[in-house]
């Protein structure tokens, strides 16, 4: 294991001085020493410059050449310390070694795979070294530093506020936080508008997504005079923002546009001048909405009769005020460049993406990846949210432990529930280490340079804790420390995302791990888990399975908020788990995270970069041809098939990037028919980038799915298609299922809402017996009846992929429920089942019951609208009391009486794996209520119960309120639209925050 110096990703602020240290790096793609030591410890010649075509034993004898190259310029190195020498003994010894093995080797897998590890070893040895001294010249810098941060921190007390140098640092950067918050805004406006004027009025997630943007620039501007930089200089506000736009400035991480030095002028710079200086109403102008004296938003009303009592927004009229004349010059100047410049960077960006995306794919090759996914989960969810899942109470004691022995024995808030919110519980958390009475608000400036001296010791208090958890996971996994987070960042990050609240930052403080594979990103988060001076407080798994990497670049880590002590003070610190080939193309001098910097404060990142939504036109088109987008949706104009030609001729591009793809009409008539589709279908045996493809409510027929089909058979990388509602029947569905056949990379199929019947059901069900891809098969709607419900239950019988099955819609009837059944009883992974609205009757649901008896994996089914009689509430009790993989259950709608809600009730007595039960809109009484009360009391699973539009009055309510009081585990009541009189309401009002209910 080695403990090593990290390149600090944001820079702390350098000593007066010091020059800032440069980031070493190397090409685009080149792996260090440590890259080329793979998941099983053989040495990867071809990291070093050997070809494919050489013979392994030259390989190996160029790898080793280039190993021994290295220690000896080590060697020669003039300033070595006594253990630098002692390390480079060793290491020449391994290199003797190695050489030895390779002269040795024979052309034979077993010589090469020896002489192979003697060279891997060879080169560890060397790359220990080189981090050694990195972690001294590291730990000599953090030094310098503290001793900068200590001298501002001792002005500060001494004249109540920053240095002057540190001052104008932080105006600048906070004057770049409200410009590029004040674009965001007005993109924001300009969408809320767009919205309001064809819809007449606003909904309330844009209502709620605007006013985020607009309350962050309300904090900015706030917290811009309150950290006293609202001084703008006059220079700023003159400043002609055309001047700073000439497109032929080379794109770099200089772009006068938006990165600045201290003192300089960027567009987000000016941008911020002008509307701080305009203070109130310059936010106004900016959001085109009034502010209220408390600073919220004040919509004007719609003047639709129909909206009548819904904001809405329009367009103001020209300003007569110059200052905010030049606030909407300078906004446009802004969008113009930032459109430009990401257009410029757009191939350098998604190269980056692509590169990351590849050595992520290389890495879930490593015998046991999937397996550590699967850890790397579980262990998460030990971990709490801010957002996420509850955690158990034993959870939630280990980590308050650990915190309450860090503070020398004082108590922790906790609730005394079973379980505790994971937000309650981040709280809590933050409220203990912020309990610091030295430290001053998080409202004040000064907060930032007392939190960089605290951290300044605790950073290497917290590369001390990391190396010791680290130890023993295994040979090449190296710790790098990271430096303090600079003042600039600190106020940047903290104004656009943290409302101006210094107290909020947690990433002061910062420490890598370096894993050569994700069996070590598991056994390295596990150690972190188990260590008595480290607390995980907080977890962002970005190595999860369906992560969406693109709005940050591509990169995948996974990063553990972590509280331990140091000097008696509890300190939040940052611990990031990278893989090597990950972080070596991050410190690509082309593109990694120097050119994220730079891109991200551009916003090039954001979705509206790399994604087109509206009407196709040639320039679209030429667009994806370039690889300048990835997401692409596209408005079929008057001819859907003239726009999948145009379409399917970019995607035969050799730059083409587009992995999500899809299509919309108006009208039918102007839908992508069998034509479109058989050139989107040509396109597709060629292009190796699209991923997704919805062709969802086109007009395709069978004779565009048989062409679809016939790409499943050679290619690779589509993974979901979605043919809803588009036309196809027997035929088609027959054709797609034949691809079904030899096809391995297809997770997701959509054929709802066709009318494929039974023939194309059988052939479907054919598919699933032999097919090993395909996770979500959705045939809602499609007239199946009961021959294809059993030949898909055959086909399920046999499957071990498919993991969701959606045959809403259909009338399988009784005898395809016990087909279904007798599936279950064999079939492990399988999760989810909706057979909503598919007239089971009692039979039917009773066979259903009677498959979960003896099934392990299901666990959601949906059952809505079948119209169970007496008998399968008594069979789900029995199958409640059996099993505990079940989590959610819907049965809404099912005629269910007091009778078979006292069944169900007697099963959640004993149950202990559902979470969730729907039960609205049956026949339930106070009766039923009373059991389910009796129930919740010694019910320890269940989370959210939804008794809606039942016969539920006080009685039945004062029962489950009653068992509310001794229920710990219960998050989510939902009795609304019961006729609940005034002695139910009082005795459910205390329970408010826990309960749904009428007004």
Known sequence: ???????????????????????????????????????????????????????????????????????????????????????????????????????????????VLSAGREVAAAALETHRIKWRAKVEKNKAKIAEHATAFEAQWEHAQA?????????????????????????????????????????????????????????????????????????????????????????????????????????????????????????????????????SESGQPEYPRSESKVYADQPSMKRPN???????????????????????????????????IGHYSKAYANALKVPGAAIALTQIDELAKRIPQQSGPELKSTEVEKIRDKLVAANKGNSIPLSDRRVISAVGWARAVKGVVEDDPDAPPGSALERAVYKQVQASGGSIRLYDLVCEVATGVGPDVMVLPGGVKALARTVFKCAVKYKSDLSKITDQIRCTVVVSSLVDVAKVLEAVLKSDGLAAVRIKNRFARGYDATPGGGYLDLQLVVVFTHNGRRLFGEVQINLASMLAIKESPEGGHRMFKFVRSLRAYDASTYSWAGEWSQAVVDRMAAGELLNVELNCGDNGDAAAAAAATALTSPHCRVAKLSFDSHAKKNAVKADGAAALAAALKENTSVTELSLANMDVGDAGAVALAEVLSSNRTLGTLSLYNSGVENDGAAALAEGLKTNSTLAELNLANNEIGDGGAVSVGEALGVNNSLAVLTLDHCEIRVSGARVIAEGLAKNRALTTLKLSGNAIMAPGATALSEALKVNTTLATLHAEKCELWDEGGVALANGLKENSGLKVLELEGNKFGAKTPGALREALESNSSLTQLGLTSNQITDHGATEIAAGLKVNTGLTALWLWMNKIGDKGAVAIGAALAENTSLTKLVLDRNQIKDKGAMALADAMQRNSTLETLNLKYNPVGDKGRAALGQLQERIMADD
């Open 1 to 111: 294991m080695g403990c090593a110096n990290s390149k600090n990703q944001d820079g702390p602020d350098p000593a007066p001085g010091v020059e800032p240290s440069k980031k070493a790096v190397s090409p685009k793609g080149q792996k260090s020493l440590s890259d080329s030591v793979v998941g099983d410890g053989v040495f990867d010649p071809a990291a070093h410059g050997a070809t494919p075509g050489d013979s392994p034993q030259a390989r190996l004898k160029q790898a080793h050449a280039e190993v021994a190259k290295e220690v000896e310029r080590l060697a020669n190195t003039s300033t070595l310390s006594a253990t630098e020498k002692t390390a480079i003994a060793a290491a020449t010894e391994a290199t003797k070694r190695a050489g030895a093995a390779v002269a040795a080797a024979e052309n034979t897998p077993e010589s």
């Open 159 to 291: 004249h109540g506020g920053l240095p002057e140098e540190q001052l104008t640092v932080a105006r600048d950067q906070m004057l770049d936080a409200i410009g590029a918050v004040s674009a965001t805004v007005r993109s924001a406006a300009e969408q809320s508008v767009l919205m309001a004027s064809v819809t007449g009025f606003l909904p309330q997630y844009a209502i709620n997504k605007f006013e985020a943007e607009l309350l962050q620039l309300v904090g900015a501007v706030e917290a811009a005079k309150r950290w006293k930089l609202d001084t703008v200089p006059p220079g700023l506000l003159s400043v002609d923002p055309e001047t700073l736009t000439d497109d032929t400035h080379p794109v770099a991480a200089t772009d006068p546009a938006f990165c600045g030095e201290a003192g300089g002028i960027t567009v987000q710079r000016v941008l911020g001048a002008l509307v701080l200086d305009g203070a109130r109403r310059a936010i106004e102008h900016v959001g085109w909405v009034p502010l």
């Open 318 to 352: 020209e300003p007569e005020d110059d200052r905010l004349r030049r606030i909407d010059a300078t906004l446009q100047v802004y969008s113009k460049r930032r459109t430009s410049v990401s257009t410029a960077l757009i191939s350098t960006v998604l190269d980056d």
